[in-house]
C-alpha cells in the first residue's frame, strides 16, 4: 500500500505520461500508485472518461498492481491471450490489450506503482521501447522520491517548529512565577500566564486552608500538614475577581464541587463547556459567566494534593492532548511556586526548608540506581547554590544534572531554586540534545534578568536496543567532568570535546553535544567542584585524587560510593558546598 499520495492531477507526473506517450507513440500512458483497494493515476495521458477525469479505478482494473507485487517490469503483447490477465476487466473497460510497465520507487527503493504505456491492439514492445520506458520510470521515481526525503524534512521541522512553540510557550508560563515568593503572588502570576498566553478569562488557585492562611503549620515524615486541611480556600490574587471563582472561594475536600474533588482525587477535570461541569457538579451555584470550557487541576508535590488551580475560558472548547500537557506543565511549575513561596515564608526554619525542597528525592527508575548527597559550606543555614537532579521522562530516557551557582547561602540557594526549576521544565519537555537545553536555559538566565552564574553538566541516559548498555550524551559548561568507573575498575572522564564558559556569561555560546556508551556494572559520577578542589591545588590534583578514591570503593553499591566519596574526600570544616550524584548502570 502506499501512503500519502494525493489523489488527483499532478501536472510534473502528467509530463512524464506524455514523454511515455510521444516516445512509444501509444495512445495511453500512466503513472499508477498502487494502494490497498485502488490505483490511483498522478500522471495520465489519453485515458477513455470517466477515468481520465477520476484518475482512479479499483485493482479488478489493474494491470500494474502486479508490477507493484512483483517489483519487475511487466511486459503483454496481447492480454486477451494472457493467462493472468485476460480476464482483468481493463482489457474491456480501458481497452488495455497491450500494456508494458516499469516499476515506480520511493524514496525507500519500495516499489509503488508503475509508469506504463498501453495500446488498444496487439503490440510487439521493441528493446527501444522497454529502455526508453526504464530510463523515463527511473527519472520519475527519483522525483517522487525526492519529494518525498522534501515531506519527511518539512514534517520534521513542523514537528520541531510546534515543539519550540510549546517550549516558549511553557518558559513564558514559567517567567512570571520564577519570582514570585509568597502565595498571593503565585495567585497572580499564574492568572496573568494564563490570561496571556493560555487565552484564559480567569485563573484561580485554591489551597488547603491551613497553608492559604500561613498558620498552624508543622513538619511531619517530609510532608507539610496543616491544620483544617480538609478546608479549601481560594488565594486572593492582586487581579480583578472574576465571578466564577467566588461561589467556590471556600469549600472542602469532600464537597462535591471541581476543586475538592480534584484535590480529594489528584485528577485533573476537563469540561468543554458549563453545562457539562453542572452534569457533574448539579448543586454547584450558577453564576452570570458566560458557559464557557474550564480545566481543573491537581497542584501538588510528588504524592501529596495541596490544591488545586481551576483555568476559566469565556467561550466552550474542546482540550486536545497539547491543551492537557500544557495545563498539566503550568500546574506542575504552580506546585513548584506555592512549595517556593512556603519555603520562604518560614523564616525560622528557612534554610532547611528550602534546601529539602530543591534536592528532592530521586524517582526510581528501572535498570538505574541513584543516590545523591549535599554538604553545605554554611553549616548554620545548610543551605547553597549546589544541585543535583534526575528526571525520568515520559519516554523512557532519564535526564541527569548536577550544578553550582556562584555564591553561598540563601541567595545562591534562592538562584539555585530558580535555575533548577527552569532546567526541570525544558528537561521534561523532551528533546534528545542536551547542548540545546543547556543553551535554552542560558539564554533564559539572561532573558529573565537573573543576576546568576553557574556551572552545570547535564545529560540525558538511554537504554540501547539491541543490549544491556546504556548510551550518555551529555554537555557541561564550565563544569569539572563526570567520572565513570567501569565494572573492571577503570576510571574514564567525560571530558566535553568542546568546552564551553559558565551559564550567564554569554548567551552566543555554542553549546555542544557528547556521546559515550556505559557498559552495566558501570558507576557514573557527577559532583561539584566542592568534591575536589582544594585552595593552593590545580583543578589535576583534586581529579587525581577523586579517580583514586572512586577505585577504592570498586564494586560497592551507588549508596556505598557516594558515602565513601565523601567520607574520603569531604572534610569536616569545607570552603564550598559539595553536590554528588551517583548513578549505577544495570542490565
Known amino acids: 500500500m502506499a501512503d500519502g499520495h494525493e489523489r488527483g492531477a499532478d501536472p510534473s507526473f502528467d509530463r512524464y505520461a506524455r514523454m511515455v506517450r510521444r516516445a512509444l507513440g501509444v495512445p495511453v500512458a500512466l503513472v499508477s500508485i498502487v494502494e490497498e483497494n485502488r490505483q490511483v493515476f498522478t500522471g495520465a495521458?489519453?485515458?477513455?472518461?470517466?477515468?481520465?477525469?477520476?484518475?482512479?479505478?479499483?485493482?479488478?482494473?489493474?494491470?500494474?498492481?502486479?508490477?507493484?507485487?512483483?517489483?519487475?517490469?511487466?511486459?503483454?503483447?496481447?492480454?486477451?491471450?494472457?493467462?493472468?490477465?485476460?480476464?482483468?476487466?481493463?482489457?474491456?473497460?480501458?481497452?488495455?490489450?497491450?500494456?508494458?510497465?516499469?516499476p515506480v520507487t520511493d524514496h525507500t527503493g519500495r516499489t509503488i506503482g508503475s509508469l506504463c504505456a498501453i495500446d488498444s491492439a496487439p503490440r510487439v514492445w521493441t528493446a527501444t521501447d522497454l529502455e526508453t520506458l526504464e530510463d523515463l520510470a527511473a527519472a520519475c521515481s527519483a522525483e517522487l522520491a525526492e519529494r518525498e526525503r522534501r515531506r519527511s524534512a518539512d514534517a520534521r521541522a513542523a514537528t520541531a517548529d510546534r515543539r519550540s512553540r510549546e517550549n516558549r510557550v511553557r518558559l513564558a508560563l514559567l517567567e512570571p512565577l520564577v519570582a514570585a515568593s509568597t502565595f498571593e503572588e503565585v495567585a497572580a502570576a499564574v492568572e496573568l500566564a494564563a490570561v496571556t498566553h493560555l487565552g484564559c478569562s480567569g485563573a484561580g488557585l485554591w489551597l488547603r486552608s491551613g497553608m492559604a492562611n500561613v498558620s498552624g503549620t508543622q513538619q511531619a515524615e517530609g510532608l507539610l500538614t496543616f491544620s483544617g486541611a480538609d478546608r479549601l480556600q481560594r488565594v486572593p490574587s492582586t487581579r480583578d475577581e472574576w465571578a466564577r471563582a467566588t461561589t467556590q472561594a471556600g469549600v472542602t475536600v469532600s464537597d462535591p464541587t471541581p476543586v475538592g474533588w480534584v484535590t480529594r482525587r489528584s485528577m485533573p477535570m476537563f469540561f468543554t463547556d458549563r453545562a457539562e461541569q453542572d452534569a457533574v457538579f448539579p448543586d454547584l451555584a450558577a453564576s452570570a459567566e458566560a458557559a464557557g470550557a474550564s480545566a481543573v487541576l491537581p497542584v501538588g508535590i510528588g504524592a501529596y494534593t495541596f490544591g488545586a488551580l481551576v483555568l476559566s475560558f469565556r467561550e466552550p472548547r474542546r482540550f486536545g492532548d497539547a491543551d492537557r500537557a500544557t495545563a498539566a506543565a503550568l500546574a506542575s511549575y504552580v506546585a513548584q511556586a506555592v512549595e517556593r513561596a512556603w519555603a520562604l515564608h518560614q523564616r525560622v526554619e528557612t534554610s532547611e526548608i528550602l534546601q529539602a525542597a530543591m534536592l528532592s528525592d530521586l524517582p526510581e527508575v528501572a535498570g538505574l540506581s541513584s543516590v545523591a548527597r549535599y554538604r553545605s559550606a554554611d553549616r548554620g543555614k545548610r543551605v547553597g547554590g549546589d544541585w543535583y537532579d534526575l528526571v525520568a521522562r515520559s519516554d523512557g530516557s532519564v535526564a541527569v544534572a548536577v550544578g553550582d551557582v556562584v555564591g553561598h547561602g540563601i541567595q545562591a540557594a534562592a538562584d539555585m531554586g530558580q535555575l533548577r526549576s527552569m532546567l526541570r521544565a525544558i528537561a521534561w519537555a523532551g528533546g534528545d540534545d542536551p547542548a540545546a537545553t543547556i543553551g535554552e536555559l542560558d539564554r533564559s538566565i539572561v532573558g529573565l534578568g537573573l543576576e546568576a552564574m553557574a556551572s552545570l553538566v547535564f545529560g540525558v541516559l538511554t537504554r540501547d536496543g539491541d543490549d544491556a548498555s546504556w548510551t550518555f550524551a551529555w554537555a557541561c559548561a564550565g563544569h569539572p567532568p563526570p567520572l565513570l568507573l567501569s565494572p573492571a575498575g577503570e576510571v574514564t572522564w567525560l571530558q566535553p570535546e568542546h568546552p564551553a564558559p559558565m551559564l550567564g556569561i554569554d548567551v552566543e555560546t555554542d553549546h555542544r553535544v557528547s556521546v559515550a556508551r556505559i557498559d552495566p556494572g558501570a558507576l557514573l559520577v557527577l559532583y561539584t567542584d566542592g568534591l575536589v578542589e582544594r585552595r593552593g591545588e590545580v583543578l589535576d590534583q583534586g581529579l587525581e585524587r577523586l579517580a583514586v578514591a572512586a577505585q577504592g570503593v570498586r564494586g560497592r553499591t551507588a549508596e556505598a560510593m557516594a558515602e565513601g566519596l565523601l567520607a574520603e574526600l569531604v572534610p569536616e570544616q569545607i570552603s564550598d558546598d559539595v553536590a554528588l550524584l551517583v548513578l549505577e548502570l544495570h542490565d
Request: contains cysteine; aromatic residues 8%; hydrophobic residues 35%.
Open 45 to 102: 495521458e489519453g485515458l477513455p472518461e470517466p477515468y481520465q477525469d477520476s484518475r482512479e479505478t479499483p485493482l479488478s482494473h489493474s494491470f500494474c498492481q502486479y508490477v507493484a507485487r512483483d517489483e519487475k517490469p511487466l511486459v503483454v503483447e496481447d492480454a486477451r491471450e494472457h493467462p493472468v490477465l485476460r480476464t482483468n476487466l481493463a482489457i474491456e473497460d480501458l481497452q488495455v490489450v497491450a500494456y508494458a510497465g516499469w
